[in-house]
């Protein structure tokens, strides 16, 4: 039988945070293969790779140098290639208008950053499950809406 | 006369499959003993077809079994939660293990174990991406998508409603609003 994978993509400048979060993964029952990125140029420039294995989720921090992230999600959603992609905004500023304003720019998730490890491991994996009943079940990926 | 013949089972099958599926015109590639990966999305009619060919062989396609039931599962749910005629008094472990013919015991163990997810998740799940749509639509009250969906109340609905996303039914419905002025805008 053939296994599935989740594809993942991470985009974040501080080290610890891309560490905090493989780890995450690695410790999910849920099989993931996760990509990380230190900004948002490598980011875009992988996508724009066209021999790129494209994420099933993105993980975006909003505060990157060079390109931000609010910059990738404008990009990304101008590209019709990249419209699988579930956009999630990992991100520890969220005033109210920020979030919403994230979404009605095509993000499809917002999660503020946890603190603790345990809490971050339940998130990951609350989001990957979902989006894995959205790709699996046909369901109608514009009115995938989820903050965390 | 007799000749003993000594064969191969692996280049043999092998050998057939690389034929049907040329002959299907199916762009593959094998991967070794029953495994064939398509590289393009092959169309029921042509999987069929490949499967024809290979009958007289005693070679065929394994089902998964346990992925025919999981869909077999998703449907249920989605016609349960989609329509209405369905009575609304039934239980949905009943009302899935008469459908399917399976004790929901073992429905809700297979479930979990290869969806990630509980029966009783999924079915919340539905529930509200029906709630969404029937948001988007504007055509019924807040009350009338609760009373429709089954909730007790409105109350219900909405606490689900941002239990499972996040947010309330109208941050949602803004966004959506939004977001559908921003493409319209950008694409004039």
Not at chain 1, 125 to 132: A, L, P, Q
Not at chain 2, 97 to 112: D, V
Not at chain 2, 149 to 168: D, E, P, R, V
């Amino acid at each position: 039988m053939t296994t599935e994978y989740i594809t993942i993509y991470l985009a974040d400048d501080d080290a610890d945070d891309r560490l905090f979060f493989t780890d995450a993964f690695d410790e999910l029952k849920i099989n993931t293969k996760v990509s990380t990125f230190n900004d948002g140029v490598d980011l875009m420039n992988h996508l724009n790779d066209p021999d790129a294995i494209l994420p099933n989720v993105l993980f975006l921090d909003l505060n990157m140098p060079k390109k931000n992230g609010l910059e990738c999600l404008l990009e990304i959603k101008k590209n019709e290639k990249f419209n699988d992609i579930a956009i999630a905004i990992y991100s520890t500023s969220s005033t109210e208008e920020h979030i919403e304003e994230t979404f009605i720019n095509g993000a499809n998730i917002y999660i503020k950053k946890p603190n603790d490890f345990e809490t971050l491991k339940k998130i990951l994996s609350e989001v990957v499950t979902i989006n894995w009943q959205y790709h699996t079940s046909n369901l109608n990926k514009d009115n995938f809406l989820m903050r965390m | 006369m007799k000749a003993f013949i000594k064969f191969d089972f692996n280049t043999a099958c092998k050998k057939i499959l690389k034929e049907k599926l040329e002959e299907c015109g199916i762009k593959h590639r094998i991967l070794g003993f029953g495994e064939v990966e398509f590289l393009e999305k092959v169309s029921p009619e042509k999987l069929n077809l490949f499967s024809k060919l290979l009958d007289p062989y005693g070679i065929e396609i394994v089902k998964n079994q346990k992925t025919i039931l999981i869909q077999k599962i998703k449907d249920a749910i989605v016609d349960m939660v989609f329509n209405e005629n369905i009575s609304v008094n039934v239980k949905s472990s009943v009302y899935l293990s008469e459908k399917l013919n399976y004790s929901y015991g073992h429905l809700s163990t297979l479930f979990s174990e290869v969806t990630y997810t509980s029966i009783e998740n999924f079915i919340i799940l539905q529930k509200i991406e029906f709630a969404k749509q029937l948001i988007i639509n504007n055509e019924l009250s807040l009350t009338e998508i609760a009373f429709k969906l089954n909730y007790s109340s409105i109350a219900h609905l909405s606490s689900q409603f941002k239990n499972s996303t996040g947010m309330t039914p109208s941050a949602f419905q803004r966004v959506i609003i939004k977001r559908k002025e921003l493409i319209n805008k950008n694409n004039p």
